[in-house]
């Protein structure tokens, strides 16, 4: 939990967002919000990295 929250509050930063990290998307202007949605991307990008797919599936094949 710790891992990935610091992991999201690195691509916050990463794409200028540092201090709105409490701020919801509405709050945002639409340029913001492009940035948050990289910064997810980025974010989920990372995590997916660390993820084997035996572990979302039982049937998942595991990559060679």
């Given at each position: 939990?710790?891992?990935?929250?610091?992991?999201a509050l690195h691509w916050i930063g990463f794409t200028g967002l540092g201090g709105k990290e409490h701020e919801l998307p509405a709050g945002l202007n639409l340029?913001?919000?492009k940035f948050l949605e990289l910064a997810r991307a980025l974010a989920a990008?990372?995590?997916?990295a660390s993820i084997r797919p035996s572990t979302l599936r039982p049937?998942?094949?595991t990559p060679r």
């Open positions: 939990e710790g891992a990935r929250r610091d992991e340029h913001e919000r990008r990372g995590l997916s049937d998942a094949e």
